[in-house]
């Protein structure tokens, strides 16, 4: 009697590999899109100096008929300055990497550097405007902490803030249509948090959903809603202080910003440098490995303290 012999395909073989590869979680990036661009000068030191022009006093004392010259005003003017710092990494990629697998490895490596650099500048900033903006805390709420939830009140008193300080509107109101379920929104500040606010910006009177803009087109994708003259974005990299609440509770920092609160400064021919050295070049004797990696310089600084806020705020 024969034997029956079973054959087994090897591992590899059994193997389909998808082309379209998984998405990657990657944060909304909000902390710089209202942030004003400015540039340092290549061979201009290594500090930018930011200038600007306190307003003159208004005239109201008539000049009658006498002929007599009322006396002058001094003008005078603020300086900020702003370090440059430098950032960067790199990965290492065995040439093996790239000649045997079936992905292409560094059309994916380079687009993941990209989303690594752009999300440093964004966390940059965040860290800046949550360790130097002047905070108000949220008090309108009931959870009995101190921040409390935010509430519209709060939102009013931040508004009211910089509308005393002459802070510009950033975006303009939206009209509203003859659509169902929509509402207008008004000239509003831009607000920046945590997704953490999710559930208690919708309890918050006066909420408007972007859903219910008279236009989709006018809501981001990373946009929540409005709350009178504010509209918020959340990320899940917004900022939050750990335990900071009077009962221990996080605090999320919620900052309100008008036009021209904030720069983001980057440095001439050094913006963004994307570095590809092949393994015949960076691969050592054997030439093995190549790397693949960024490296930019940029420093974000506050340019005029009146005009942004950090609504500091805990969850119900």
């Known amino acids: 009697m024969a034997l029956t012999t079973t054959t087994i395909m090897p591992a590899p073989v059994q193997q389909s590999f998808s082309l379209k590869l998984l998405s990657v979680p990657t944060p909304d990036l909000i902390h710089g899109f209202t942030a004003m661009k400015k540039m340092m000068p290549k061979n201009g030191g290594t500090t930018l100096r930011m200038r600007r022009y306190n307003a003159l006093d208004t005239a109201m004392v008539p000049l009658g008929n006498s002929g007599a010259t009322p006396p002058s005003q001094t003008p005078s003017a603020v300086d900020i300055d702003a370090k440059i710092s430098f950032y960067g990494t790199w990965l290492n ?52 902490d101190n921040p409390t939830q935010i509430t519209r009140s709060d939102v009013d008193t931040v508004v009211r803030a910089l509308k005393n300080s002459n802070a510009r509107t950033i975006i303009s109101n939206i009209e509203a249509q003859n659509k169902f379920g929509t509402a207008p929104t008004r000239d509003s500040y831009i607000a920046m948090g945590s997704t953490e606010l999710i559930g208690n910006l919708d309890e918050v009177t006066g909420f408007i959903h972007k ?29 939050i202080s750990p335990n900071a609440s009077n009962l221990g509770a996080d605090v999320m920092n919620v900052f309100v910003t008008g036009m021209e609160a904030y720069a983001m400064i980057e440095q001439d021919g050094y913006s963004a440098q994307y570095i590809y050295r092949p393994p015949s070049i960076a691969g050592g004797p054997l030439a093995q490995n190549a790397t693949l990696g960024y490296k930019f310089a940029a420093a974000p600084r506050i340019t005029n303290d009146l005009w942004i806020t950090n609504l500091r705020a805990t969850l119900a």
């Open 211 to 239: 859903n219910q803009y008279p236009s989709a087109s006018q809501g981001l994708e990373s946009e929540w809603g409005a709350i009178g003259n504010v509209r918020f974005f959340l990320s899940s990299v917004g900022s």
């Open 93 to 144: 990629i065995n040439e093996q990497v790239t000649l045997q697998n079936q992905d292409p490895v560094l059309n994916e490596l380079t687009d993941r550097l990209g989303v690594s650099l752009r999300q440093t500048e964004d966390e940059l900033t965040r860290d800046m405007l949550a360790s130097t903006a002047s905070f108000i805390n949220c008090t309108g709420g009931t959870n009995g």
